[in-house]
């Protein structure tokens, strides 16, 4: 137990009370372990930026420190996994899904291997730590991989969800999720279903497809917008790989236009898994795919490249009346 945070120090209080996010990982695993299933939690150094050391503190005979080396990690967690255990392994998503991509495609997805991946502070989130810490690839990335399931949790209460529904998924996953900042949607007796889309609002004049960090200020924007008096509705796309065709088809149908909202390069993310669907079905839609265009983002706090990228309530709804605005 050395080396352990007291839930009695003030590095502890001061985590906590900043971020109380930061627990709904750990809590999710702790159900898990509480139901009987043979979970093992690992991080890349990075304990107290997943709030692992939560899990750590509850069972530190399941709890693998590997150290700055992610890729040795994806592997190992493969191996544990071959053994019948119940892997979770978390850093961050730029190192994640792009450094231990090769590890992740072979010894993971290759292999059928079921690791859960936890790869965090997604897209712009690590804000002023610059372009090597910005994931705004790595669902286009992931998303390429055969056989991986790819889910972005829009708060703390649906990525718990999301991780309890795991003990029933057989195959690898990719969680995708943010800073454990993001304002809580749903509560905490909230479901997860695998490839199931979440409708808040049916929208006639536009429906919003979005996924992670973006779904909260999406739904503030809809608000917004119906102020106006402008029908918008909001889906949370949690699961991006499979899709909901149902849902993206069903919205196609109300609104004649959709719009996919995603932090994360729009080449390949979310609105291109969107496209491929309306494409499939050669649907005469209008889609606008807002995200980070084709550029390596700026460096900035996460809050400030948010408004700078239109990704906060009010960027969105100006992006969305433009949109509505054209012939």
Not at 12 to 28: F, K
Not at 122 to 136: D, E, P, Q, R
């Amino acid at each position: 137990m050395s080396g352990l945070l007291s839930d009695q120090s003030w590095q502890y209080r001061a985590l906590t009370d900043r971020n109380p996010g930061l627990a709904h990982l750990s809590d999710g695993l702790i159900d898990l372990m509480e139901d009987g299933h043979p979970v093992v939690a690992g991080s890349a150094d990075l304990k107290y930026s997943n709030g692992l050391y939560q899990f750590e503190r509850r069972y530190p005979d399941r709890y693998i420190q590997f150290g700055i080396s992610e890729q040795n990690m994806v592997s190992a967690a493969a191996g544990l996994a071959s053994t019948g255990m119940m892997p979770f392994v978390a850093t961050f998503a730029s190192f994640l899904g792009l450094l231990a991509c090769e590890q992740i495609r072979m010894d993971i997805a290759y292999c059928a291997q079921p690791v859960r991946l936890i790869g965090h502070h997604t897209g712009i989130s690590m804000g002023f730590y610059g372009t090597s810490h910005h994931a705004t690839e790595d669902i286009g990335t992931m998303r390429s991989i055969a056989d991986l399931t790819i889910v972005s949790p829009a708060d703390g209460p649906q990525l718990r969800a999301a991780i309890r529904a795991s003990a029933e998924h057989d195959r690898p996953i990719y969680f995708r999720t943010g800073r454990s900042q993001e304002p809580d949607i749903y509560g905490p007796d909230t479901t997860f279903e695998f490839g199931r889309a979440v409708r808040h609002g049916a929208g006639r004049d536009l429906s919003i497809i979005a996924c992670g960090m973006p779904v909260h200020p999406a739904l503030e924007a809809a608000a917004i917008l119906g102020a106006e008096g402008i029908s918008v509705g909001v889906i949370d796309m949690a699961t991006i790989k499979p899709l909901d065709r149902a849902a993206v088809l069903d919205a196609a149908a109300r609104a004649g236009r959709l719009m996919t909202v995603e932090e994360h390069n729009v080449v390949g993310g979310l609105g291109a898994a969107v496209a491929e669907v309306l494409a499939d079905e050669g649907l005469p839609v209008r889609l606008h795919r807002h995200g980070i265009k084709d550029s390596f983002a700026l460096i900035a706090p996460p809050t400030h490249l948010y408004a700078h990228y239109q990704l906060d309530a009010d960027g969105i709804a100006s992006v969305a009346r433009n949109f509505l605005r054209q012939g």
